[in-house]
């Protein structure tokens, strides 16, 4: 037994050092080692390689060339004193005769902010900054104050023309491009917040094309978190070369102050309308005379269809384009000259975007069947909702 455990003790020694001598001088004979995993990365290039020259240290100079482009604006409308509630009583008035309704008539005052976009004097803003104004005086960049006339409205978009009449020249700002705009850009909001004066924050584009957020019968909004608050409203957002590129309308906000939430509307919308505007002194856009209902799984499957494309016309004006072109309710609208509809709002905007008077061609799906239809456009009625 002695013997056995000592052949077996010499078997393992050598055994052992065999191991040891092939892991030193001939590790290969053994395979592969295991090691740490290999982690593939992305390294950026240096920028004397990459050509990139960073982030400005200061955007005064996109500042200083569009803050002379905005202005304050300042409304004042007069409103009529509370009447007492028992004024028109024939008893109270026996006694006491007329003079509850013989008070002062009040005036109330409202500011907001403007951009200068001609040199003529013309200055775009928000439609509510000026809506059923009496007064509207514009302060320029330099402290001057001037009385502005109204060019027109648009309350679909939420825009305004305003005019002044002066000898000075004045700065009209530069249009940017908002099809170049990307998520993560820096922006700059100029404007009045809650009349301190001109004042500039800086953010960055949040988001693009925002809508159905009801706050315009159009949308198509630019998000940032460059602090929008009171006052700012009709001022200017500007990219990084101080260019325009959004007019500042509204606010995502619980207490008034600002959130980080803001909204724009893009200057592609807001310069088609101002050209309509001071062209023809209103904003003209198509319209068929229905009701459109968006269309969920529930409906969907409630109707028998096959998917929840498109939109249930669930009204149709007597008379109208739609009515005339034998459009019913309960036909689904697939397609505006092309442009797929899966919401009431495509549907408005595809609409909205056509011209009045020409035939526009409509995919819709009655039962089973798919067919075409041509209407003729007609013209959007002023502060209509449905379409």
Excluded at 206 to 213: D, E, K, P, T
């Amino acid at each position: 037994m002695h013997r056995l455990w000592l052949i077996f003790a010499q078997a393992v020694t050598v055994s052992l050092a065999v191991l040891f001598v092939l892991l030193t001088l001939k590790p290969e004979w053994l395979g592969e080692r295991s090691g740490p995993t290999a982690v593939t990365i992305q390294q950026a290039l240096p920028p004397s390689v990459a050509g990139s020259q960073g982030a400005p240290a200061s955007y005064a100079d996109a500042a200083q060339r569009a803050l002379p482009s905005v202005v304050h604006i300042f409304t004042s409308k007069e409103v009529r004193a509370q009447q007492h509630p028992f004024a028109n009583d024939p008893l109270f008035r026996h006694f006491f005769g007329d003079r509850f309704n013989n008070k002062p008539q009040q005036r109330s005052s409202g500011l907001g902010s403007g951009v200068i976009v001609s040199p003529e004097g013309y200055i775009l803003t928000n439609n509510h900054v000026i809506e059923a104004a009496d007064e509207i005086e514009v302060a320029l960049h330099n402290g001057r104050k001037l009385p502005a006339r109204i060019v027109g409205r648009d309350p679909e978009a939420d825009l305004a023309v305003l005019q002044v009449q002066t000898d000075d020249k004045l700065q009209a700002i530069t249009f940017g491009h908002t099809e170049q705009l990307r998520v993560g850009d820096v922006v700059l909001a100029i404007g009045n917040p809650f009349g301190v004066g001109q004042t500039v924050t800086m953010g960055i584009i949040s988001a693009l094309g925002r809508s159905h957020l009801g706050i315009n019968t159009f949308e198509d909004f630019i998000q940032t978190d460059a602090a929008i608050n009171p006052g700012n409203s009709g001022g200017a957002l500007v990219d990084a070369a101080g260019h325009l590129v959004g007019i500042n309308s509204a606010i995502y906000s619980r207490t008034g102050g600002s959130l980080g939430i803001g909204f724009a509307i893009p200057v592609s919308l807001a310069r088609s309308v101002m050209e309509q505007i001071i062209q023809t002194g209103s904003v003209t856009r198509g319209w068929i005379g229905v009701e459109v209902q968006a269309i969920n799984p529930e409906l969907a499957e409630s109707f028998g269809l096959p998917s929840a494309e498109g939109t249930l016309i669930s009204g149709v004006m007597r008379g109208s384009p739609a009515d005339r072109a034998g459009i019913r309710p309960g036909d689904i609208l697939l397609s505006v000259e092309g442009r797929k509809v899966n919401d009431p709002q495509a549907m408005l905007e595809a609409i909205a975007a056509l011209t009045p008077g020409r035939k526009a061609s409509l995919d819709i799906r009655r039962g089973k069947d798919t067919q075409e239809l041509k209407v003729e456009i007609g013209r959007r009625p002023p502060l209509s909702r449905g379409e």
